[in-house]
């Protein structure tokens, strides 16, 4: 696509349920970044893909989080029993490469857990 | 671990004022990216530095990479109300991947 898309783009939960975002990356582009920013807080890593493989999964908070990866492009990220302080904008990003720096964002999810 | 200060935290200035913000690091970055986010969005990638002491214009943005490679600054000249947003830095963990760390970002509000 023309950029990087994310859905929802709102999502209100109740605490202890489970959400799954979704992110379609820019055509063409291998490397895909999962991202989470609080409220006047600067981007989290949470993980990123090279292809269907995640190399780096350190910045998931916890065993509740998890991401995947299929056929090189959708990936969407999963939040178990979901808790308040998942609460954030879950921001997705491709880039060409993963050694390219370059990142292109979506417009992000805003998760609500009440 | 690694971490980035922005600095100012916020700004409000007049329409037409040249603005001027910095980043600073507790360790050397290779290279430096500076980001802007609208209310809403994601943040979109305004300057890119690969060269220490380099100076990098987009249109009335300019940005340094500093000598030390710890520092970088973003000015912006006859700021419009379009500027209003959240600017980021940030800079590649050791990683050299797209895992980068961001700033806590500095808000500019532009009165018209």
């Known amino acids: 696509g023309a950029g990087v898309s994310q859905s929802p783009s709102n999502k209100v939960t109740e605490k202890g349920k489970d959400v799954e975002l979704r992110c379609d990356p820019i055509s063409g582009h291998t490397a895909l970044y999962w991202y989470r920013q609080s409220l006047g807080q600067g981007l989290e890593f949470l993980i990123y893909?090279?292809?269907?493989?995640?190399?780096?999964k350190s910045g998931l908070p916890s065993d509740r989080f998890s991401a995947e990866r299929t056929g090189g492009s959708v990936s969407t990220l999963t939040i178990q029993r979901t808790q308040q302080e998942d609460s954030a904008v879950y921001l997705c990003a491709s880039s060409f490469t993963a050694t390219n720096e370059k990142l292109f964002f979506g417009s992000g999810t805003q998760l609500s857990v009440l | 671990g690694q971490q980035l200060n922005q600095s100012p935290q916020s700004m409000f200035i007049q329409e037409g004022e040249d603005v001027s913000m910095n980043c600073t690091s507790s360790s050397i970055f290779n290279t430096w990216l500076w980001y802007k986010q609208d209310p809403g969005e994601g943040p979109v990638l305004l300057i890119a530095l690969y060269k220490a002491g380099e100076l990098t214009s987009n249109g009335r943005l300019t940005a340094q990479f500093g000598i030390t490679r710890k520092d970088s600054f973003l000015n912006i000249s006859a700021s419009i109300p379009s500027d209003v947003g959240i600017y980021f830095c940030?800079?590649?963990?050791?990683?050299?991947?797209?895992?980068?760390?961001f700033g806590q970002g500095t808000t500019l509000q532009v009165k018209p």
């Open positions: 893909f090279q292809g269907n493989s995640a190399p780096d």
């Open positions: 940030a800079g590649p963990g050791s990683s050299n991947t797209g895992k980068l760390i």
